[in-house]
């Protein structure tokens, strides 16, 4: 046996290998456990839990090799569950590669400002045609990023002024919270970028065309990173 636990209360068991025994991971009578992001390879029996553990985390699980299951929408977790014997605990987000891989990017998105509006102060004040975002005024850019298999390391921001091909790039200040035009002020038309990176190096961008009148310091950004 690759793990075996026993009565086992409150364990977590994460980024190990686990590979060619006869029974990967056996649980025993063990309860309240986490097993997740570990490669549980070429056992003759994967694993066996006759208790109530957890094989997830509610994002990522484990990569069995075992797995037959399919990934329609190529976010890296399976769409089927991966069933334990000896009871009724399952993987419900099993890895379709191994933890130690993980070439799937990152999701990345520009949540505000919206595409196609004019905004002033930060305040969304009209639609506008041809999908054409300006922002007048003080203004807080909100991003999300998430990555199901080994979560994110970091995210940047960047002004790409469209025709000097200049890059100004978001200040860090606190809280997760970033300003540009630290040091001038912004007229003009730019590219809006936000880009992140998984805990693998795995890269993602989002970007958006916009006018920008923005006096200096008044653009800040807030990242939300999963």
């Known amino acids: 046996m690759g793990i075996y636990m026993e009565r086992c209360n409150n364990v977590t068991i994460t980024e190990c290998i686990i590979e060619e025994n006869g029974y990967g991971i056996y649980a025993e009578s063990s309860y309240n456990n986490l097993i997740y992001f570990n490669d549980i390879l070429n056992n003759s029996i994967s694993a066996y839990d006759n208790g109530e553990n957890s094989w997830d985390n509610g994002n990522v699980g484990n990569y069995w090799s075992d797995y037959d299951g ?27 590669e191994s933890f130690k891989v993980d070439t799937i990017p990152p999701i990345v998105k520009i949540l505000e400002p919206e595409k196609g509006y004019l905004y002033i102060n930060g305040k969304k004040v009209i639609s506008l045609p041809m999908n054409l975002t300006i922002i007048i005024g003080g203004m807080i850019i909100v991003a999300e990023a998430k990555d199901k298999v080994s979560g994110i390391s970091s995210m940047s921001a960047h002004a790409v002024r469209m025709l000097l091909k200049q890059d100004n790039t978001l200040y860090h200040a606190s809280d997760n919270t970033w300003y540009w035009g630290k040091y001038k002020n912004y007229y003009g038309f730019y590219t809006l970028r936000v880009i992140a990176w998984d805990k693998k190096g795995n890269e993602a961008e989002d970007t958006m065309k916009i006018f920008a009148l923005t006096p200096k310091g008044s653009v800040k950004a807030y990242f939300g990173m999963k």
């Open 70 to 96: 399919s990934d329609e929408n190529k976010d890296g977790i399976g769409d089927e569950p991966y069933c334990i014997e000896g009871g009724d605990n399952c993987d419900y987000c099993p890895l379709i």
